[in-house]
């Protein structure tokens, strides 16, 4: 049979066009394991450690000790952070970002079921399969186990640690994080004074675009009708502005918007610098491009993994040039490849292509 392979298609498009910022992040290391060289990604547990908190004293214990009694290590912590943001310059933000991945949906569950390389060229560009869905897939049972999984360690965290709850919950519009924050989050008992759980929804807290329809959102409506309490930002479009089923952002392109996304929650009029703890939950991809934005060395996160990051940002100057970034078309099959052991193969009847697949965007 002839077979022609796929090769990465390499066109340029420029599909976008971000304000580049004029703040610079780095991650501020000693106080999580997860920062240390020595702490296993894949197979770190973040319910087993207190989130990563290493233990340790900090400057600020010394003013806590005239209270006269003891402190947990998140409260130390939070202290510590309070304190970072009092002596620091008008101009400089500390704020710890827990980092939260939706738990696995119906695409993760396809991908591991197809293989990647079938998944990547043929089957993600469906809606779905004849039993599964995973168009904006929502969560598999297991990943709202996982979502239930880290509210059950919140919870343990406020009764035990006293931990401050997030000041400021964002939520990427995808269905699986809108999920994963509602079962994370929805019923803790939060200690008195807490912000209360009205995540604010931000379209550039989404997954990276590619051609998979899994990065297709759903309508503003939509998402209004299942969490009808929950605040969307201004200027959300109703229908998806970004994913066309034929270009990809590229990871520079991502990084771009995470930056700017990024500055929409440090120094904003909706939060202070007494608002350091803030709650994101979003996605495998976007997640490790921002921690590429702050600096933090590569941690990958498996479905429903929380990392928090403590981020240090600081105005360096005007926001000025406006920045063009790429994104590159994605070539697929348009039957199921003949195989998908280590890479993808059309069969002959199905050349690779650069338009989508779903003609239904
Ligand atoms: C910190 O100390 C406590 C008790 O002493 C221990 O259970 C916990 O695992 C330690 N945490 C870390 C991150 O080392
Ligand atoms: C459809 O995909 C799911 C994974 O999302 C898999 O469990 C199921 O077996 C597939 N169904 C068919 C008919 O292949
Ligand atoms: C939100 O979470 C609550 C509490 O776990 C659950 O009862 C409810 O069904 C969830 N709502 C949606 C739309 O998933």
């Known amino acids: 049979m002839k077979v ?11 599909a976008s066009v971000h ?32 989130f ?22 998140w409260e130390r912590f939070y202290h510590q952070v309070q304190k970072l943001n009092q002596d620091s310059h008008k101009d400089v933000e500390y704020k710890v970002l827990f980092l939260g991945r939706h738990g696995e949906g119906w695409h993760n569950a396809a991908e591991t079921y197809y293989g990647t390389p079938a998944w990547n060229c043929y089957w993600a ?5 004849s ?32 931990i401050h709850t997030p000041d400021n919950y964002f939520v990427s519009p995808l269905t699986r994080t809108l999920q994963t924050a509602n079962y994370t989050f929805s019923g803790l008992s939060l200690p008195d004074g807490s912000a209360t759980f009205k995540p ?8 990276g675009i590619s051609i998979h329809t899994c990065d297709h959102r759903r309508s503003k409506s939509y998402i ?21 089923g034929v270009t990809a952002e590229t990871s520079g392109a991502q990084d771009v918007r995470s930056s700017t996304v990024l500055g929409e929650v440090f120094f904003s009029s909706a939060s202070s610098k007494r608002d350091a703890f803030v709650s994101v939950t979003s996605h495998s991809g976007e997640i490790s491009s921002i921690l590429r934005v702050v600096g933090h060395r590569t941690f990958g996160l498996s479905t429903g993994a929380v990392i928090p990051v403590l981020v240090k940002a600081e105005k360096v100057g005007e926001a000025s040039a406006t920045t063009a970034v790429s994104w590159t078309v994605s070539a697929h099959c348009t039957a199921p490849p003949v195989t998908s052991v280590s890479a993808c193969v059309c069969p002959s009847s199905a050349a690779p292509v650069t338009t989508p697949l779903v003609t239904d965007v």
Not at 4 to 14: D, E, K, R, T
């Open 200 to 207: 604010l929804i931000k379209e550039l807290f989404r997954e």
């Open 52 to 73: 990563g908190l290493i233990n340790r004293t900090y400057p600020v214990d010394q003013e806590l000790k005239r209270h006269g009694k003891d402190f947990t290590q």
């Open 4 to 14: 022609s392979a796929l090769s990465p298609a390499l066109l340029g498009l420029v």
């Open 125 to 129: 560009e469906l809606d779905g399969n």
């Open 224 to 244: 209004h009708e299942l969490f009808p309490s929950w605040p969307i930002e201004k200027g959300f479009a109703e229908t998806d502005q970004l994913w066309n």
């Open 131 to 162: 039993t599964a869905t995973w168009h904006d897939a929502a969560l598999t049972d297991n990943g709202i186990n996982q979502a239930l999984i880290a509210h059950a360690f919140w919870q343990k965290e406020i009764d035990e640690q006293h």
């Open 19 to 50: 304000a580049a910022s004029s703040i610079e992040y780095s991650t501020v290391t000693g106080y999580f394991l997860q920062d240390e060289t020595a702490t296993d990604a894949s197979t770190f547990d973040y319910t087993a450690v207190n």
